[in-house]
């Protein structure tokens, strides 16, 4: 017997499944949040170098604040004040003449900058100054942030298998909490990104367990909706951000306002079920049956409870017994797994990469950010529900390739579109559009290539790619100092290389999933 029929008994979408996901939707929202919290806690405020040590007593003392800046720091090709550079002293002359800057010699900012606060109060950029040099630590928190995610992926995975994922879920909301609010009172630039470390590393047991959660407790019909209301918590949270970052302006109390929805998650946990899978298959099935008949409870199916006997549940461990103790090197084992695998991989990192490319780079327009984060959020709205129609209409494999290929066009024509900010922040936001369309679909698509005894493993090796992919962007982001366009450049290639890989997988339209390896192997693709 198997566990969908126990689910059929007891109804696998009603509405103790609809509360499973309510839970989840509470804890799950405070995720994107801090996976985007960079964009507005290491934003980079205008600046320039701090000149009062210019100060000599004499002239300087009568000069207006403009007429300071004329006479200490040189301007830009675009007439710009200069943000890291300053003249040893100060240079009268140029308050005659202006232009005539050419043989003067210029420094480094020797004692700080002083930063415009008409944005933000404070970020960590304006706390610990970094900018010029130093720009490229600013990028790293986010960086390092991502690459807690990808550990605490592989970590919580494991660890959900093995005590339990109700156990983990709560380990998760807690300390994600406490390490996301103690990030909050850093004093120092290493500590907040060793903390910042930790929170990434935590908070993506979240997102893991409770989809876990959610997948195990529905039927087979309903899983494609549980994806749905995955991706829309992302959206709604990036929606949530931009009204939190308008709101609050200074960095410290902006993190802790991210986090102030896992209190509720923690509070809600005790309505949170075990999974009963997970329960069988590890052999306490009082505790299992215990779960079953309170979903049936629920569900208002109180005539099938008396179907729930521990001795009908034990039959169900043994066909689940016998194909355990599979692990990620069956990935590689044999040779069509493994062009799965490395096809899978590279299409995961592409999309990651494209993806946050695009989301980290909303100051690059030079428009508001808050809108420009706004608008970026609400596109994945008609971008992730028309997905759906299309998976069916076209198939999963056309819709990827095509989303994808558009993105790439999409940041193709920012590269030729030189100083129209308006122009480049509606194509930019059309293309974020399509890649949150790719990203929506390859996780449908993924879980439909790999055969159900290495699903798992294979959907935890596709995010760890993913995850590199995320870590990777903002570094992409720091390549404009070589040339302006490169980092544009790099992610439409990257968009246009996912495409080409996509291409090469089969289609899963109407096809039955696979269930082990040998029915990958023997496949004709």
Known sequence: ??????????????????????????????????????????????????????????????????????????LEQDGTPSSCRMFPEPQYHLL???????????????????????TFKSTITSQWDLVCDRRSKNKATATIFFIGVMFGAMTFGSLSDRYGRRNLLLVSYVSAMLFAVASAFSTSYVMFTVLRFFTGFCITGIVIISTVLSVEWVDIE??????????LSWTTGNILLTGFAYLVNEWRLLMVCVTSPLIMAIITWRWVPESARWLIANGKLEQAQMYL??????????????????????????????????SYLDL???????????????????????????????????????????????????AKISIYYFLDKFGRRSTETGALVFAGTCLGINIVLKGKSVARTVVAIIGKGFSAASFSTVVLYSSELYPTVVRQNGM????????????????????????????QVVLCSSAV????????????????????????????H
């Open 293 to 326: 008949k309170k979903c049936a409870k629920m569900n208002r199916r109180d005539q099938s409870i008396h179907l729930l006997e521990t001795e009908k549940l034990s039959t169900i461990v043994m066909t689940e017994k016998q194909d355990r103790a599979y």
């Open 497 to 524: 290389i996912g495409a080409i890989v996509a291409r090469t997988l089969p289609e899963t339209r109407d096809r039955s999933l696979p269930e082990t390896i040998e029915d990958i192997e023997q496949s004709h």
């Open 96 to 118: 005659l003449n202006s232009s005539n800057v050419t043989d003067v010699a210029t420094v480094p900012c020797q004692n700080g900058w002083v930063y415009d606060n008409s």
């Open 222 to 231: 309903h899983r494609k909706l549980v994806g749905v209301i995955d991706s």
């Open 332 to 382: 590689i084992r044999t040779p069509k797994m493994r062009k799965l695998a490395l096809r899978t991989g590279i299409l995961w990192f592409c999309i990651a990469t494209t993806y946050y490319g695009i989301s980290f780079n909303i100051a690059g327009f030079g428009l508001n950010l808050y809108l420009t984060q706004l608008v970026y959020a609400l596109i994945e709205l008609p």
């Open 1 to 74: 017997m198997k566990f969908e029929n126990v689910l059929a008994d007891i109804d696998g979408c009603g509405r103790f499944q609809i509360m499973i996901i309510v839970l989840s939707f509470l804890g799950r929202f405070t995720l994107p949040c801090h996976f985007m919290l960079s964009n507005f806690v290491s934003a980079v405020p205008s600046h320039h170098c701090d000149t009062s040590s210019l100060d000599d007593g004499g002239m300087f003392m009568n000069l207006s604040q403009a007429e300071r800046l004329i006479v200490s720091v040189p």
């Open 460 to 487: 935890g090796y596709n995010s760890f790619m993913a995850r590199f992919g995320v870590a990777v962007a903002p570094l992409i982001l720091l390549l404009d100092d070589v040339w302006k366009e490169l980092p």
